[in-house]
């Protein structure tokens, strides 16, 4: 029977919350571990940040969600970093006095970094959000109006540069409302600016390399909430990723995909996804983990992918 190790409980704040550090991969279970989270009563938000070498960026960004008007936990979760991420996310968190869990998911890939976070998950919202990017502070509090709405599974936010005015907003902001007006069952936004209703994206199937282990998944998971609810957008939900230039492989899909995603979506997404683009994805070797890649390492070897993955069924 494998071992489980117990979590390393690293500080105990003053209020009793806990931050750990942990290594999922030496525990065989890492849905049962989940029990051992200290939640704060006070929370109704956890923001999961997968992260892998933004030790130049990670700091500011968890300066932006401390100063939200919405209290939230915040899950780090160190997908292999080789810098000094790990160190910078756990100082920073300590010095502003966040509850907060620092994990460790040594699998390479966003989607796997996720599914371990999400794991810890025990409050009715979760927003994913990037390590290199700034969250105004009214950010939750947008998101959670929207998703307090009937009907409403997940809340999508716009770009626009951080020191932008109402005024400078305008035009994304109405760009996006008359897309999703449009085309209300696709998705208008990245995983930067996606939250959801927490019970709504485990019914979905929460993030799953087993079920999508790809690029684009933040595109497939919302296809998979689409079920459950609608998707919305707000004037004032927005965030601003780093203007730094990507020196990854690109990671893009085709615009011949991209119009067969606007013409599939609503009616046939599961043929999209599954047996159109997962396939062409898999023929480019675009999984998970090639968001990682930069033109500083060596590429990192492709993960086998699962027997039971739709795609490749």
């Known amino acids: 029977m494998p071992i489980r190790s117990t979590p390393q409980v690293i500080d105990r704040e003053a209020d009793g919350s806990q931050t750990m550090l942990l290594d999922v991969t030496k525990c065989s279970d890492a849905l049962a571990m989940a029990a051992l989270a200290t939640v704060h009563p006070a929370h109704d938000w956890t923001i999961l940040i997968p992260f892998f070498n933004e030790q130049d960026y990670l700091a500011a960004t968890i300066e932006s969600l401390a100063a939200q008007t919405r209290s939230a936990r915040l899950i780090l979760i160190d997908n292999g970093s080789t810098d000094a ?119 979905a199937g929460g993030y799953d390399p087993a079920i999508w282990g790809y690029v684009l998944e933040d595109h497939e998971i919302i296809h998979r909430l689409m079920k459950f609810g609608t998707m919305r957008y707000a004037m004032d939900l927005w965030c601003a990723p780093s203007p730094r230039k990507r020196d990854r492989v690109s990671i893009r899909w085709t ?27 898999a023929r480019r070797r675009l999984v998970s983990s090639s968001i990682r890649e930069q033109v500083f390492q060596p590429a990192e070897p492709i993960p086998a992918l699962s027997a039971a993955q739709p795609a490749l069924a």
């Open 255 to 281: 615009l011949f995909e991209r119009l067969a995603y606007s013409a599939c979506a609503p009616r046939a997404g599961d043929w999209f996804f599954y047996r159109f683009l997962g396939p062409r994805l």
């Open 85 to 203: 991420s790990a160190a910078t996310a756990r100082a920073t968190c300590e010095r502003l006095g966040l509850d907060h869990l620092l994990l460790t998911e040594r699998r390479p890939g966003k989607v796997q970094a996720l599914q371990t976070g999400l794991a810890w998950v025990h409050t009715p919202y979760v927003a994913t959000c990037d390590a290199d990017t700034y969250y105004p502070s009214n950010y939750l509090e947008a998101a959670e109006t929207l998703l307090r709405q009937d009907g409403c599974v997940v809340a999508g936010a716009y770009w626009a540069p951080a020191d932008s005015d109402p005024a400078a907003r305008e035009g994304p902001g109405r760009l996006i409302l008359t897309q999703a007006r449009a085309l209300p069952r696709q998705c208008h936004t990245g995983g930067a600016g996606e939250s959801f209703r927490t019970d709504a994206l485990i019914a």
